[in-house]
């Protein structure tokens, strides 16, 4: 019996990592193994050898901490992308591209399904010119309790953003993590200073992997980066929310919920017409009110978008 993680996942063979010894070995599954649940990018798995061919068979996945999945709404089936990620890390430029008001909200609509701990990264400080109000972003997610770092991924030495630079690398050490955000914010460049420059670029490594038809979209892999892991897959990276049903929306935005609860009828539906709205009570002046009014406003949004999508499209 050898404990061991699932690096990398193909149809039938997985790269599994030994803990004691850190090799990386290909296994097959055991078919029973397979009936039960099919195995995935993070799990933590019992591997043996066949005394015969000596090749290894994963014989039994232990319990998942959580699982990055995507919901097919249509069948109410979980796809399960990777599992036992300790912390999402999500990273927003406050440059270029520029920042996205309500794109953070997703991916913490994310996190909360999931039920993964996330960390939000501003980056590109160095380039911060004072265009939106930051102030507020910052308060909001506070009040969220989520962990904020401002952060120079190009100059990690930056005086200015040193201390949340170390900061954060303290609360990956040891950690297996997943980056989430647009194009261009800087995830690879954050990743390549984090493992102080150990670590490959991710899109090299990637560039040998893409367009390989109908796999792109569920691969996934693990990447390490000395002193934590980093999960990386194509699939969860491009963030559709479609998958989502709209009955499950509210549950993603918990801190609303107490606030919903408040509202004279309750089917409100906390629109501009909605009769009895608690919203509409509201102080836009008051930073706790205005908060509330900022995160209904990117729940309705979202609300909108997913019902938007066809249900035989989900
Ligand atoms: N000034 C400044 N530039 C940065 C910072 N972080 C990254 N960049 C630059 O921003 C550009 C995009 O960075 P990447 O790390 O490739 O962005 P990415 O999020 O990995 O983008 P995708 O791989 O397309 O998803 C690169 O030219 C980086 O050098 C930063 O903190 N400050
Ligand atoms: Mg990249
Ligand atoms: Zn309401």
């Not at 591209?97 to 993964?116: E, S």
């Not at 997943?178 to 984090?194: A, D, E, F, H, P």
């Not at 709205?277 to 008051?286: A, G, N, P, V, Y």
Request: net charge negative; proline share 4%; hydrophobic share 35%.
């Amino acid at each position: 019996m050898i404990k061991a993680k699932i690096f990398r996942s193909s149809k039938r063979v997985f790269d599994c990592r030994i803990n004691d010894t850190n090799e990386i070995v290909p296994a097959t599954v055991y078919r029973e193994v397979m009936k039960k649940n099919h195995p995935v990018v993070g799990d933590n798995i019992i591997i043996q050898q066949n005394s015969e061919s000596a090749d290894y068979e994963i014989t039994e996945i232990e319990n998942r901490e959580n699982e990055i999945f995507r919901r097919i709404v249509r069948s109410n089936k979980k796809k399960v992308i990777a599992s036992n990620v300790d912390v999402i890390l999500i990273v927003t430029s406050v440059s270029n591209p520029r920042y996205k008001p309500f794109l953070l909200d997703r991916y913490l609509a994310r996190a909360v399904q999931w039920d993964i701990p996330a960390a939000i990264v501003f980056n590109k400080m160095d380039e911060y010119a004072d265009d939106f109000e930051l102030e507020f972003e910052i308060e909001k997610f506070k009040s969220l309790g989520v962990s904020l770092f401002f952060l120079n991924s190009e100059e990690p030495e930056d005086p200015r953003f040193r201390d949340d630079f170390l900061e954060l690398q303290g609360l990956l050490n040891n950690k297996t993590a997943i980056c989430l955000g647009q194009s261009g914010v800087g995830k690879s460049k954050l990743i390549t200073s984090l493992s102080d420059g150990k670590t490959e670029l991710l899109s090299s490594r990637l560039a040998k992997k893409v367009n390989k038809g109908a796999h792109t979209t569920t691969w996934a892999e693990i990447v390490d980066c000395e002193n934590f892991l980093m999960i990386d897959s194509p699939g969860v990276r491009t963030l559709s929310l479609q998958d989502i049903a709209a009955e499950e929306l509210p549950s993603l935005f918990p801190d609303l919920s107490e606030i919903f609860s408040k509202c004279k009828f309750s089917d409100c539906k906390h629109e501009d017409n909605s009769k009895g709205c608690f919203f509409h009570t509201l102080d836009e002046d008051i930073l706790d009110e205005r908060i509330h009014l900022n995160r209904i406003y990117s729940y309705l949004k979202l609300k909108e978008e997913i019902e938007s999508i066809p249900e035989w499209e989900k």
